[in-house]
């Protein structure tokens, strides 16, 4: 049985624009019509009702009672000294820009990588110290390598910074990564790569190991070391993956370094924010017809817009559907389901999140 079916994923409702980010404003052009939403099924009906009323009342900006905020494109961090409280928002960020505010984004992503950090333990240290809220994470403080680090297990995607948009130029080398003439989009590399980029403040840049280590911002242990980690976690992470019939097609990671010096895993793991996935079942059939992949992340909202603008020059982008935003969280929810084997808790939608935050942070003693 299909997991996607045509129908709309809830009624058209007017959306704000939200906070700005650090990267390019948020600018709306008049709403482009809505298309036909291919939406995904097996999301329970009290969940799917939930998304439709939260609409508005996405978290897309944070005032908590605490020192230091810094605000990223999804995250709002509050450095503490020692540790760092990390609140996850509804923001929806790519281009290096802020498309959309998603209901429930920031609690999926949140929860999904807290999940993924207790199974991924084993491989590396991670900085997780709690989760006090189903948006916030405390962490250790770390140094954080100035470098994503960007596996990949397919020739894919659609930003400037993928393999695939690099490749159908005419690249052949990318990131210190050689590939072979003749490659089709989607298609399986015959083993998992690293692309790193650099973590710059408006964009990404991808570059080599060589030059990583050249720049100064790594050195060549700190390097393999953590290459080698993030390699073995995206490995692992392919493998549960494939045993709840799906494709983790690629992701990215960010490590630092504690006050000990202990390299740790930060941020997210395999989240569908951080992380391209794949419905398995369908892949092979729509590869070999041309189709796109069945995907449950948001790469069909990047592509939305790439059919309707370039996000990345572009000063005025449309709007997304409501049906585009609302299914965008339909799939979040389905994928953190599908992976924990946990029902989504649906918070309660009378209180703002912000408060209800200051109060599970307040009880934990935090502010």
Known sequence: MRSLVNRPACKQQHVGAGRRTRATPLV??????????????????????????????????????????RQGKVRDTYDLGDK????????????????????????????????????????????????????????????????????????????????WTHYSRGAREYCGNVFPDGMRKNERLGANVLTPTTKAEDHDVPISPAEIVQQGLMTQQEWDTVSAAALAIFAFGQAEAAKRGLLLVDTKYEFGKDADGTIRLIDEVHTPDSSRYWLADTYAARHAAGQEPENIDKEFLRLWFRQRCDPYKDAVLPEAPAELVCELSKRYVYLYERITGQPFAVPDLATPINDRIVANLRKEGLC
């Open 28 to 69: 709306r052009s008049q709403a482009a019509p809505s298309p036909a939403v291919e939406s995904i099924s097996g999301v329970r009906p009290e969940v799917v009702d939930a998304i439709a009323k939260a609409r508005h009342n996405c978290l897309t900006a944070t005032s908590l009672p605490l020192p230091n905020r």
């Open 84 to 163: 760092v409280v990390i609140v996850t928002t509804d923001r929806q960020s790519a281009f290096d820009r802020l498309l959309a505010s998603v209901p429930f984004k920031g609690q999926v992503l949140n929860q999904t990588a807290a999940w993924w950090f207790g199974q991924t333990e084993h491989i590396v240290p991670n900085a997780l110290l709690s989760t006090p809220d189903p948006n916030v994470a405390v962490m250790r403080k770390c140094a954080v390598f100035p470098v994503e680090f960007v596996c990949r297990g397919f020739m894919t995607g659609s930003t400037d910074t993928s393999l």
